[in-house]
């Protein structure tokens, strides 16, 4: 009955289109990118508005019901999951580029406007939005801004955050309050890099400003490939370390090879190869020659047995479409796939590849690797079938393994993914209890009743209560 | 009395020749890069560690008095001030270099560490550490966190905010906390992004990691003249526009070359120009030929006079040195001089300019820019005599009419100088009271009862007061 009440008070603000109550429809938002959790919500809910979404969160603040944010929901760690109570507040109508400002290069978009389709926008203008996540084609900025989004081009280009200057956001409570201002420079406390990557905990952004930047007047694709594991990993040192800024930089292995080059996306990667490094250069066409033939050197120099210039703008498009679409490869050979995410010091790569290695072979999962090398940002992908509990138990043995041993290198529990619900019970490896009492904290000034995306992020359990106002 | 009580406590912690509390001693530090205001504190502290440090914020808290740190005192937004009952905490011995890691391109340093010392110390590894303020001879990197310092290669590099990978804080309770972690990539809310630019409201960084980046191989630097100021502005946006990313790209108006070829470190700049462009350029040899070739059509294409390209590291040195030191040959004519800070969209420049000069005319000052052109960086800077009162009243009122022409251009009040004192009354021009209510709420968070840098960057009046803990 509650229920029915809710979702009447919903309707009137979004129209009874726009409120999903029947099983069979919220089964649909019940998983997202990660296949080893679902959770059903209470209802759905699909606001058309930034003023939509203001008054949704109110009338869910007044009867003190949680809500999860989604977007087009291909995030890897549960983010956008929740579950009853919770409502999920869906922002895919909310899919206006509202402005492209060349001259000032930004562009003011909702939080629905899916990423590949706002770099679209911005071509005809000479410029680009330069975080590309490999699931561009279909996620939207919005959760792109909760999960400080990467993808290959971040090595260069930087991460989500380096490209907010401004959001409209709505509070849990329902208040709408702009972050950062029209400058760009937030000053003062630096609310929109707080707000950037807080994975849903904050709020609802009903309007993001982003940075777009010149798409470069020269690129250039080469492909190495390497009979051992190792010396490519030490090939990504030997470029970074030369001072050489590649615009991309990845490696997959030779599991990541096999299966491309069985399926329709084949791009000629040689099927022998231990791993195969995709180096993107680009800048001037002088800058991108000269950088072009001292990686050629440095490639060679580690033990590359061919290096191949993509010469061409088909080819160079056939070369990454086997890793933009490896992760569909995978899905030909099982049912369902974590894809990993951790981070090491690049050094740490050779042997963290091995030991990861090492841990698959232990729990007799196959492991796959494909990965942003030139920030040492680690894709282990696990191969599995969900329906069958062993292995589902050992996809989270291994994950956690695979964690705690990047971990242990250096490193920490994840490059760009988020924490969510999947690396939940990990914070504590990276973070003691008095960090996460403060990053509680700061999530209480935004969402004091703790409403938004809850259970996520941040083990409770483990953070140590600050003080949170004065008793002075 | 009670003074003396606490000199003794804290001359326990740190011993007693590092608590000052004569008249004499305290003037020295009555003062900081901002001309026109002074501030005694009750006394001077200067911890000799980290534990020092938190030993003499816990006592002050027991005794709920409000405290300053300071590094320099170059800072010149008033940032560094305090007043009685305050106490300041110096932190100029906490000034060593604790670890340098070539590995993985990162430092670890007290937060008295000169800026120019870290960098010296990278060199040997062919590393540098890149944010690069005026000042950095003698300001720390203390404070270049406590402000998110900017500096002429902060263009290609990004500011400090973007080079701080973890932080060790003493809180103002003198709890200490680690805020990031050593993968650098701290997730969840994003902590050490928080505290970078928090002015000094949130506690003292203790122990600094920074990102080091590799010395370029090929600088080249090159100055280029013209006989309008608004030529020189268009050149800047149509560098930009051109997609190259020079690694500083400043300009000195007339003023400020006539100042400097009259002074000591004159650097061979035509006095007859309106504006000099200095732009450098650097990376491999060959992307710094291409962007050089491209750099001198595009200067020539928009009415340069000449452009003149250093041949060698002495001469390059020479360029630079009439540009670092254009703020002492300003300190020749006139007894006080404030340095401006404010952005503005880069387009906007030729406008903004001409907008200043009339301000300045008409409160009849001279105005002097010399700032970074390349991100819309102005540092109009006033030179008077602060004895005179009516000099000082017309400074302060061209001050005002040029932060809100700035932002009038869709600019914001401050680049890299932070609010502090200065800039307090101009925050509500760019931010509501709902956004600065935010701000508190999150300084609340590290400082509940607001002792750390009380009644700066923040003007509590206009703040609205968000309700920071659950009543649920």
């Known amino acids: 009955m509650e229920h029915a009440d809710l979702a009447e008070e919903l309707s009137r603000i979004v129209g009874p289109r726009f409120v999903r109550t029947e099983r069979a429809e919220l089964a649909t938002f019940a998983s997202d990118g990660l296949p080893t959790l679902r959770r059903t919500p209470a209802l759905a809910v699909l606001p058309g508005s930034g003023r939509e979404v203001s008054h949704v969160l109110a009338a869910l603040h007044r009867r003190g019901i949680p809500f999860v944010a989604r977007g087009a929901g291909t995030g890897l760690s549960g983010g956008a999951l929740g579950e009853a109570p919770a409502v999920l507040v869906t922002l895919t109508r909310l899919s206006r580029i509202l402005a492209v400002d060349p001259e000032n290069r930004r562009a003011v978009v909702e939080p629905g406007v899916v990423n590949a389709a ?13 975080p590309d996540p490999s699931s561009q084609t279909a996620c939207t900025i919005g959760g792109n801004v909760a999960e400080n989004a990467g993808g290959p081009h971040c090595l260069k280009y930087g991460v989500t955050t380096n490209h907010i200057l401004e959001l409209e956001v709505a509070l849990p409570s329902g208040d709408v309050v702009r972050l950062g201002c029209p400058g760009g420079d937030a000053w003062g406390p630096d609310l929109v890099g707080t707000f950037t990557g807080s994975e849903g905990m904050f709020g609802i952004a009903t309007e993001i400003t982003v940075r777009l930047v ?21 090939a990504v040192t030997a470029i970074i370390t030369a001072g050489i800024v590649p615009a991309a930089l990845e490696m997959m292995d030779h599991n990541a090879i096999e299966m491309v080059e069985s399926s329709a996306y084949a791009a000629g990667y040689p099927v022998d190869a231990a791993a195969v490094l995709l180096v993107e250069l680009d800048g001037s066409p002088a800058a991108v020659e000269a950088d072009a033939v001292a990686t050629r050197t440095l490639l060679e120099g580690s033990g590359a047995r061919t290096v191949r210039v993509a010469r061409s703008a088909a080819e160079r498009e056939k070369l990454w479409q086997g890793r933009k679409k490896a992760f569909g490869a995978m899905g030909r050979i099982s049912a369902d796939l974590v894809v990993q995410d951790a981070v090491v010091p690049r ?25 942003h090398a030139g920030d040492g940002n680690l894709h282990p992908n696990l191969s599995f079938d969900a329906s069958d509990a062993d292995q589902l138990a050992r996809v989270h043995a291994a994950s956690g393994e695979i964690i705690r041993a990047c971990v242990a290198a250096g490193g920490t529990i994840t490059g760009e993914h988020g924490v969510g619900l999947d690396k939940l019970a990990y914070m504590p490896l990276v973070f003691g209890p008095d960090e996460l009492g403060l990053m509680a904290a700061v999530r209480r000034v935004f969402d004091p009743d703790e409403q938004a995306n809850p259970g996520k992020v ?15």
Not at 118 to 128: I, K
Not at 216 to 229: E, K
Not at 348 to 370: C, K, M, Q, W, Y
């Open 118 to 130: 706002l770099s679209r926008a911005a071509a005809p203008f000479g410029l680009m939005y330069a």
């Open 214 to 234: 010149p798409l470069p007047t020269d690129v250039r694709t080469m492909l190495a490939d390497y009979t051992s594991l190792r010396r490519a990993g030490e």
């Open 347 to 371: 050094t740490a790569l050779p042997d963290v590849l091995e030991a990861i290695a090492a841990i698959g072979a232990r729990h007799r999962l196959r492991v796959t690797n494909v990965f």
């Open 458 to 472: 941040l083990p409770t359990s483990q953070c140590r209560e600050w003080r949170p106002w004065s008793t002075a």
